[in-house]
């Protein structure tokens, strides 16, 4: 029905004879997924709050035929704001931002379930005097609770058009799209100011929501709330720390498990297309670019895509189904101990797929300070770029065997190497926040969805968005460093009384030699700090990076073996366990830092937290190879 486009700061503006509607409504209420439905649109549903942070804008056609400009703004509980993405919806409202023009209407979403929290937006909104019409969503799940709902008298009472919907389900936006239609054309009505808001009293307006409720609902009816008995075995203070450390344990485990067969596959495609160039190619240039260059270093990169399609289908679906809010409740102590709120630990998760995502949700903590500090140590946490060095390291050293009889060693030391990360970044948001002079924390307050099963339509469409991000950073980023790195390890070539491969006497290798002095004693050799360089635009181009090197470094039949067997070949057990403690704490992609500049203002930080990662990664590699050297390795 239609298309979706991200808003910038610069400024959007309508078409005049498009009216422009807003999306308006509490975290977790259906928002974004009655805005997919709506638009066409494949943004990522979440289940806790806080995670729309930009603004989203699409259009869409009504069923009378006319065309609409919708915008779905991050979720505000109020807007009296007290979040970055509660002011950002505020300001769109109040026609505060500049260059983008107020909306002509409201669409209001609201939580069936949970109107006696989501009231007190409607209402406020209300008092501004625009058109608005109330979807009351997820009225599915109220009905099984026995909940029951006069809409009309609803209607009636805040006087305002109110239609029934389930964002998640075909054909749940109809009733939506039918009184949209019933709305047009808009009338010219002369907004009211924000001040209209703060006329009426926080309490007038929840005695108001509560007057509301005893007309219009009655859950005297209700079945019992299943979400709430789960919870008594979740949220347990013992069994609930340890179903969520099985959870994650088992998550680690099936990464390597499941992905076994594809990843063979991968390769061995990967290999046969090598193979089939090298066979019907002449010797040049042009081979060693395709074959060496693009196959060898763009083919190590790709193998890896079903392990992180497989870590994501676990986090989507514990996600959707609700339970990683109760995650955060459960890690609210551990984040307090750190001086921290609880409330940080959403962006942390975030970052577990990427730190951009991570970094951006930051915006939702209240607390300046707790915010910068979440900035600063999100990057620490283990996120899915660093999985293809892990997995290649892993596996040329690790024995594929199994521990105690059915787990895997190999997924243990994941599983080993992503606790690492969490406890470093609470060690450094403890020093950065007693370096500030703070102590105490804040309590947590994050609403708790109810539980449902993982909606598998959206499930897919998540899974697949990660696979195009994947693979388009393979086709446009890496495929570009790996042709730039090819020219580096391919010129000027070899003198005619050469004694080491080609590749020592090319601008990469003169490189890695002048790096080789600084990293030799963390028991890195000349090709592995070749890669460190293009790694720093993006940490998976290390394996793409070093896949081109050895595959340049090497004659005859060793162009046609992988890169598992070369490494485990050419490294040391204990080089081989510094390059991993490296990557625990490894300075942070330039992407990044880019994005952290854009959130604190400034280059100030972005160089901070590449300094104090940088210094970290170094100590962390000097201490793992001298033991391991103590030990033998």
Not at 289 to 300: A, F
Not at 373 to 397: N, Q
Not at 558 to 564: D, G, N, R, S
Request: hydrophobic letters at 50%.
């Amino acid at each position: 029905m239609g298309a979706v486009e991200t808003i910038v700061d610069a400024g959007v503006h309508k078409a005049p004879h498009q009216p422009q509607i807003a999306l308006l409504g509490n975290p977790n209420c259906g928002k974004t997924a009655l805005f997919n439905r709506l638009t066409g649109a494949r943004q990522k549903v979440a289940n806790y709050a806080g995670v729309t942070i930009e603004r989203k804008e699409g259009h869409f056609t009504s069923p009378a035929g006319t065309p609409v400009r919708l915008l779905d703004l991050p979720g505000a509980y109020s807007l009296s704001a007290t979040t970055p993405d509660e002011a950002i919806t505020r300001d769109v409202v109040g026609g505060l931002r500049q260059g983008d023009p107020r909306p002509d209407a409201i669409i209001c979403v609201v939580d069936a379930t949970n109107l006696r929290l989501n009231l007190r937006l409607v209402l406020e909104v209300k008092r501004l005097g625009l058109p608005m019409l109330l979807a009351l969503n997820m009225t599915d799940v109220a009905r099984k609770r026995g909940m029951l709902i006069d809409t009309a008298r609803l209607a009636q009472e805040l006087g305002m058009p109110v239609v029934e919907t389930v964002a998640v389900q075909h054909d749940g936006e109809k009733a939506l799209l039918n009184a949209i239609d019933a709305m047009l054309p808009l009338p010219a009505v002369e907004a009211k100011p924000l001040a209209a808001i703060d006329a009426v009293t926080v309490e007038e307006t929840q005695r108001e929501v509560r007057r509301i409720l005893a007309a219009v609902s009655n859950d005297s009816s209700d079945t019992g709330n299943l979400t709430e008995k789960i919870d008594d075995v979740v949220l347990h203070p013992v069994f609930g720390p340890l179903i969520l450390a099985v959870l994650m344990f088992l998550i680690f485990q099936a990464v390597f498990a499941w992905a076994a067969t594809p990843m063979e596959m991968i390769t061995d495609g990967v290999g046969h297309l090598g193979a089939l160039l090298t066979a019907n190619m002449p010797d040049g240039h042009l081979k060693s670019l395709l074959v060496e260059g693009i196959i060898g270093g763009v083919g190590s990169v790709l193998v890896f895509l079903p392990q992180i399609l497989i870590l994501f289908f676990f986090i989507l679906s514990l996600e959707d189904c609700g339970y990683l809010p109760r995650a955060a409740f459960l890690l609210d102590r551990l984040m307090g101990g750190v001086g921290l709120s609880g409330r940080a630990f959403i962006p942390l998760l975030s970052s577990f797929a990427c730190a951009i995502p991570g970094v951006m949700a930051a915006r939702t903590i209240q607390n300046p300070r707790d915010r910068l500090v979440t900035i600063m140590i999100a990057p620490l946490m283990t996120c899915s770029a660093r999985l293809p060095v892990y997995a290649l390291i892993i596996a040329a050293f690790i024995p594929q065997r199994e521990v105690w009889g059915y787990l895997s060693l190999q997924g243990l030391v994941l599983f080993v190497l992503y606790f690492a990360g969490i406890i470093s970044a609470m060690a450094v948001a403890w020093v950065m926040k007693r370096g500030m002079g703070v102590r105490g924390n804040q309590p947590l307050m994050l609403e708790l969805p109810a539980y449902h099963w993982p909606h598998l339509r959206n499930l897919a469409v998540s899974l697949w968005e990660r696979a195009k991000i994947f693979l388009t950073r393979v086709g446009t980023i890496i495929l570009s460093l790996m042709i730039i790195l090819w020219f580096l390890s391919t010129f000027p070539g070899a003198p005619d009384n050469a004694i080491h491969p080609p590749i020592y006497y090319s601008l990469a290798g003169i490189l890695g030699r002048g790096l080789e002095v600084i990293f030799a004693p963390i028991g890195f050799n000349w090709q592995i700090c070749i890669a460190l360089v293009p790694g720093m635009a993006a940490r998976e181009v290390a394996v793409g990076a070093l896949g081109t090197v050895y595959a340049l470094s090497q004659t005859g039949d060793a162009l046609a073996t992988t890169l598992e067997p070369l490494i485990a070949h050419s490294w040391s057990m204990a080089t081989a366990l510094s390059l991993l403690a490296w990557y625990v704490f490894a300075p942070q992609c330039l992407s990044t830092l880019s994005v952290v500049k854009r959130e604190t203002g400034g280059w100030r930080y972005p160089l901070l937290m590449a300094g104090y990662m940088f210094a970290l990664a170094y100590a962390a590699s000097f201490i793992t190879y001298r033991v391991a050297l103590m030990l033998g390795a």
